[in-house]
Nanobody, 123 residues
Framework: QVQLVESGGGLVQAGGSLRLSCAAS????????MGWFRQAPGKEREFVAR????????RHADSVKGRFTISRDNAKNIVYLQMDSLKPEDTAIYYC????????????????WGQGTQVTVSS
Protein backbone atom coordinates (compact mmCIF):
# COMPACT_ATOMS: atom_id res chain seq x y z
CA GLN A 1 0.00 0.00 0.00
CA VAL A 2 1.50 3.27 -1.14
CA GLN A 3 1.70 6.01 1.45
CA LEU A 4 2.78 9.57 0.82
CA VAL A 5 3.17 11.87 3.80
CA GLU A 6 3.94 15.56 3.28
CA SER A 7 5.48 17.89 5.81
CA GLY A 8 7.19 21.26 5.96
CA GLY A 9 4.37 23.64 5.18
CA GLY A 10 3.72 26.79 7.17
CA LEU A 11 3.43 30.55 7.17
CA VAL A 12 6.22 32.59 5.60
CA GLN A 13 6.66 36.17 4.46
CA ALA A 14 6.98 37.02 0.80
CA GLY A 15 10.54 36.47 -0.36
CA GLY A 16 11.12 33.72 2.16
CA SER A 17 11.78 30.01 1.73
CA LEU A 18 10.28 26.69 2.74
CA ARG A 19 11.25 23.11 2.04
CA LEU A 20 8.49 20.56 1.70
CA SER A 21 9.15 16.86 2.21
CA CYS A 22 7.23 13.85 0.98
CA ALA A 23 8.02 10.54 2.67
CA ALA A 24 7.08 7.67 0.37
CA SER A 25 6.56 4.08 1.47
CA UNK A 26 4.85 0.85 0.54
CA UNK A 27 6.43 0.27 -2.83
CA UNK A 28 9.66 0.38 -4.75
CA UNK A 29 9.45 3.69 -6.54
CA UNK A 30 12.29 3.28 -9.02
CA UNK A 31 9.92 3.32 -12.02
CA UNK A 32 7.69 6.08 -10.68
CA UNK A 33 7.23 9.73 -11.43
CA MET A 34 6.87 11.76 -8.24
CA GLY A 35 5.00 15.03 -8.48
CA TRP A 36 4.10 18.09 -6.49
CA PHE A 37 0.78 19.80 -7.16
CA ARG A 38 -0.96 22.66 -5.42
CA GLN A 39 -4.50 23.87 -4.99
CA ALA A 40 -5.52 27.35 -3.91
CA PRO A 41 -9.03 28.12 -2.62
CA GLY A 42 -11.52 28.24 -5.48
CA LYS A 43 -8.97 27.07 -8.03
CA GLU A 44 -8.17 23.79 -9.73
CA ARG A 45 -5.26 21.65 -8.67
CA GLU A 46 -2.23 22.64 -10.69
CA PHE A 47 1.09 21.04 -11.52
CA VAL A 48 4.15 22.40 -9.77
CA ALA A 49 7.01 19.97 -10.45
CA ARG A 50 7.85 16.34 -10.95
CA UNK A 51 10.92 14.12 -10.80
CA UNK A 52 11.58 10.71 -12.29
CA UNK A 53 12.71 8.60 -9.36
CA UNK A 54 15.26 6.51 -11.25
CA UNK A 55 16.88 9.11 -13.50
CA UNK A 56 16.33 12.26 -11.47
CA UNK A 57 15.05 14.11 -14.53
CA UNK A 58 12.90 17.01 -13.44
CA ARG A 59 10.21 19.25 -14.85
CA HIS A 60 8.93 22.48 -13.30
CA ALA A 61 5.92 24.63 -14.09
CA ASP A 62 6.76 27.94 -15.72
CA SER A 63 5.26 29.78 -12.75
CA VAL A 64 7.88 28.33 -10.38
CA LYS A 65 10.94 27.93 -12.60
CA GLY A 66 13.98 29.50 -11.06
CA ARG A 67 12.32 29.63 -7.63
CA PHE A 68 11.32 26.05 -6.79
CA THR A 69 13.45 22.91 -7.08
CA ILE A 70 12.28 19.33 -6.82
CA SER A 71 14.74 16.66 -5.71
CA ARG A 72 14.79 13.22 -4.11
CA ASP A 73 16.81 11.23 -1.62
CA ASN A 74 16.87 7.64 -2.78
CA ALA A 75 18.23 6.26 0.48
CA LYS A 76 15.51 7.88 2.56
CA ASN A 77 12.67 7.56 0.02
CA ILE A 78 11.90 11.25 0.35
CA VAL A 79 11.01 13.78 -2.33
CA TYR A 80 11.66 17.44 -1.58
CA LEU A 81 10.33 20.70 -2.92
CA GLN A 82 12.64 23.61 -2.11
CA MET A 83 10.68 26.82 -2.47
CA ASP A 84 12.58 30.12 -2.57
CA SER A 85 11.50 33.70 -3.32
CA LEU A 86 7.97 32.82 -2.29
CA LYS A 87 5.11 35.04 -3.43
CA PRO A 88 1.61 35.48 -2.00
CA GLU A 89 0.24 33.74 -5.10
CA ASP A 90 2.11 30.58 -4.04
CA THR A 91 -0.34 30.23 -1.15
CA ALA A 92 -2.06 26.86 -1.50
CA ILE A 93 -2.28 23.33 -0.19
CA TYR A 94 0.64 21.40 -1.65
CA TYR A 95 0.19 17.73 -2.47
CA CYS A 96 2.72 15.01 -3.18
CA UNK A 97 1.75 12.45 -5.80
CA UNK A 98 3.08 9.33 -7.49
CA UNK A 99 2.49 7.62 -10.79
CA UNK A 100 3.94 4.33 -12.04
CA UNK A 101 3.32 5.00 -15.71
CA UNK A 102 2.64 8.68 -16.34
CA UNK A 103 5.08 11.55 -16.07
CA UNK A 104 3.13 14.50 -17.36
CA UNK A 105 1.39 17.43 -15.73
CA UNK A 106 -2.21 16.24 -15.54
CA UNK A 107 -3.20 15.52 -11.96
CA UNK A 108 -5.88 13.01 -12.97
CA UNK A 109 -3.23 10.59 -14.18
CA UNK A 110 -1.42 10.36 -10.86
CA UNK A 111 -2.55 7.35 -8.84
CA UNK A 112 -1.41 8.13 -5.33
CA TRP A 113 -1.71 11.27 -3.22
CA GLY A 114 -0.69 12.54 0.15
CA GLN A 115 -2.96 14.44 2.50
CA GLY A 116 -1.45 17.82 1.62
CA THR A 117 0.37 20.51 3.54
CA GLN A 118 -0.66 24.17 3.77
CA VAL A 119 1.69 26.87 2.55
CA THR A 120 0.72 30.45 3.29
CA VAL A 121 2.78 33.39 2.02
CA SER A 122 2.01 36.77 3.53
CA SER A 123 2.67 40.03 1.72
Amino acid sequence: QVQLVESGGGLVQAGGSLRLSCAASGRTFSSYAMGWFRQAPGKEREFVARIMWSSGITRHADSVKGRFTISRDNAKNIVYLQMDSLKPEDTAIYYCSASPGYSGTYSGRYDYWGQGTQVTVSS
